[in-house]
């Protein structure tokens, strides 16, 4: 075994196991909050706040979106909790789509890596098309293309309240129930989309990004967009990687679409999104995610800052 494929097969284990505790801890924290949350928070009360019928439940779920410091997989459990309280369609989807990319993590790394005019570049883009995005498939009815079991709060199994605990404990127990239960649904599809994306990882080689999104290339941004959504990274490690791709070559366009790519669309959270949505949904959130990275990133090329 040469050391390359060595190195290679030590990266792609390192980010499985990486991943699959972090997105296993993720999930399972974010799902039990969000069930608490639903214990003293009626459904009707998320109806009213997140709803379709007015404008400002599309611009708070936005906000939702920019003040949690979700990734893109730890969104669904949250995603869940708002399904299960039929909060507005269009709102849950500028959610999805706002808080991987919004999140004050990436805002923050983006901003002292690359300035905060090429930041407020990429926020307004994000915040803009993840609006309009909800707004048009709330108009569409997309919401035909979601689950029917996605509206369903899973039933815990066995003993629920009267198993020897108190009144007090039986509530957080019920709830811990409920998690583990809705963990154990979408288990084989987190760990066969952190598979994927962790082989990926260790074998796609930064030059070969670089070659086909480098400044020479007219294709530069829709490659880089493409080539970002298979590509799980976290927010605190996109940043640094996109600023070791630009100063090899890659133009800042490319950049741009890059990040949005592998931020907003990572190929385990559409395996995770195949629980909730049915196809046509799914191919319509990849359509936005694309959408948004190669407009950013031509857009980026065509202000004065893309000739910096």
Same mark, same amino acid.
């Given at each position: 075994?040469?050391?390359?494929?060595?190195?290679?097969?030590?990266?792609?284990?390192?980010?499985?196991?990486?991943?699959?505790?972090?997105?296993?801890?993720?999930?399972?924290?974010?799902?039990?909050?969000?069930?608490?949350?639903?214990?003293?928070?009626?459904?009707?009360?998320?109806?009213?706040?997140?709803?379709?019928?007015?404008?400002?439940?599309?611009?708070?779920?936005?906000?939702?979106?920019?003040?949690?410091?979700?990734?893109?997989?730890?969104?669904?459990?949250?995603?869940?909790?708002?399904?299960?309280?039929?909060?507005?369609?269009?709102?849950?989807?500028?959610?999805?789509?706002?808080?991987?990319?919004?999140?004050?993590?990436?805002?923050?790394?983006?901003?002292?890596?690359?300035?905060?005019?090429?930041?407020?570049?990429?926020?307004?883009?994000?915040?803009?098309?993840?609006?309009?995005?909800?707004?048009?498939?709330?108009?569409?009815?997309?919401?035909?293309?979601?689950?029917?079991?996605?509206?369903?709060?899973?039933?815990?199994?066995?003993?629920?309240?009267?198993?020897?605990?108190?009144?007090?404990?039986?509530?957080?127990?019920?709830?811990?129930?409920?998690?583990?239960?809705?963990?154990?649904?979408?288990?084989?599809?987190?760990?066969?989309?952190?598979?994927?994306?962790?082989?990926?990882?260790?074998?796609?080689?930064?030059?070969?990004?670089?070659?086909?999104?480098?400044?020479?290339?007219?294709?530069?941004?829709?490659?880089?967009?493409?080539?970002?959504?298979?590509?799980?990274?976290?927010?605190?490690?996109? !940043?640094?990687?996109?600023?070791?791709?630009?100063?090899?070559?890659?133009?800042?366009?490319?950049?741009?679409?890059?990040? !949005?790519?592998?931020?907003?669309?990572?190929?385990?959270?559409?395996?995770?999104?195949?629980?909730?949505?049915?196809?046509?949904?799914?191919?319509?959130?990849?359509?936005?995610?694309?959408?948004?990275?190669?407009?950013?990133?031509?857009?980026?090329?065509?202000?004065?800052?893309?000739?910096?």
């Amino acid at each position: 075994m040469t050391p390359a494929l060595t190195a290679a097969l030590q990266d792609a284990g390192g980010m499985f196991v990486f991943l699959a505790v972090e997105l296993t801890a993720l999930f399972l924290i974010i799902s039990y909050g969000v069930g608490v949350l639903q214990e003293y928070i009626s459904p009707e009360r998320i109806q009213s706040i997140l709803s379709s019928r007015n404008g400002r439940g599309y611009v708070i779920a936005a906000l939702m979106g920019a003040i949690t410091p979700f990734c893109s997989c730890s969104t669904i459990p949250f995603l869940k909790g708002l399904l299960r309280a039929r909060a507005g369609f269009g709102p849950m989807m500028v959610f999805l789509f706002s808080s991987p990319l919004l999140n004050p993590v990436i805002i923050g790394l983006f901003a002292v890596t690359f300035g905060v005019q090429v930041t407020l570049v990429y926020f307004a883009i994000a915040l803009g098309v993840s609006i309009l995005a909800g707004v048009v498939l709330e108009q569409l009815r997309f919401e035909r293309f979601v689950v029917p079991s996605a509206y369903e709060a899973p039933k815990p199994s066995g003993c629920s309240t009267n198993c020897g605990a108190t009144p007090a404990e039986s509530k957080w127990l019920r709830i811990w129930r409920s998690t583990w239960k809705d963990f154990r649904s979408v288990l084989p599809y987190l760990l066969g989309g952190i598979a994927i994306g962790s082989v990926i990882y260790g074998f796609m080689p930064t030059d070969l990004i670089t070659a086909y999104a480098g400044n020479d290339n007219l294709l530069a941004v829709p490659v880089a967009a493409v080539i970002g959504i298979p590509l799980y990274i976290r927010a605190e490690a996109v !940043i640094p990687l996109s600023a070791a791709l630009a100063a090899k070559g890659m133009s800042l366009g490319a950049v741009m679409a890059l990040i !949005i790519g592998s931020a907003g669309a990572s190929l385990t959270e559409v395996i995770l999104l195949r629980s909730i949505f049915r196809l046509p949904m799914i191919a319509a959130f990849l359509i936005v995610i694309l959408t948004m990275a190669i407009s950013a990133g031509f857009l980026y090329a065509l202000t004065p800052l893309g000739a910096l």
